[in-house]
């Protein structure tokens, strides 16, 4: 049997736990929801993304089979799909949005100095975007065709360590080279984040 810990909570681990808790503090994320605090949130989406879960319902069912190791995963509190869903819909993006560009600043101090195979002493980027389609019945502010809507997610990547620096959700008919570039990252800046003109 194994006695270590789990590989989720050996990652988990790595992460600035007391920056967390000051993006809490700043947007007050803690006042509702009290058995659910916004780390079993952040650990929940988190979860979600590794193991490729894909509804509310499947995280809840996942979660749930694993009910014995939930605390050794990190969880304080139960993890149920309509208290997810009310915490998802009703908590300040700006928690999990502040404490992105932490983890980003981070990333991109410990990629510095690591190389391209392109002898140059600045920054090198690349502009991707990508279309993600939506049902224009539940989504008719976000139409793009006369039968489809969709949005356009905009990443501009820092290339030493394929680190997004920028990333925008405009109209599906907005083009890349209609972004203009206020996306450029400046120097010195804590989140390395430009917010758009």
Excluded at 32 to 48: E, K, N, P, T
Excluded at 168 to 176: C, I, L, W
Aim: hydrophobic share 40%; glycine share 6%.
């Amino acid at each position: 049997m194994n006695q270590g810990r789990t590989v989720f909570s050996q990652l988990i681990s790595f992460l600035p736990d007391r920056e967390f808790r000051r993006c809490v503090e700043r947007y007050q994320g803690e006042l509702r929801l009290r058995g659910f605090s916004c780390w079993d949130q952040y650990l929940a989406m988190a979860f979600a993304q590794l193991t490729y879960r894909e509804s509310l319902r499947d995280i809840e069912a996942c979660l749930g089979s694993l009910q014995g190791k939930l605390y050794h995963l990190g969880f304080h509190g139960k993890v149920a799909r309509s208290t997810l869903a009310d915490a998802n819909e009703s908590r300040d993006w700006r928690i999990f949005a502040d404490f992105a560009h932490r983890l980003i600043a981070t990333a991109r101090g410990l990629y510095a100095r690591e190389s391209m195979g392109v002898d140059l002493e600045q920054s090198l980027y690349a502009l991707d975007s990508t279309t993600i389609d939506l049902c224009l019945a539940l989504f008719p502010w976000a139409r793009f065709r006369r039968r489809k809507a969709a949005i356009k997610l905009h990443t501009l990547l820092d290339l030493r360590g394929n680190i997004p620096t920028f990333i925008r959700v405009t109209d599906g008919k907005v083009h890349d080279v209609n972004l203009g570039f206020f996306a450029y990252p400046r120097k010195n800046h804590h989140s390395r984040f430009r917010r758009p003109v």
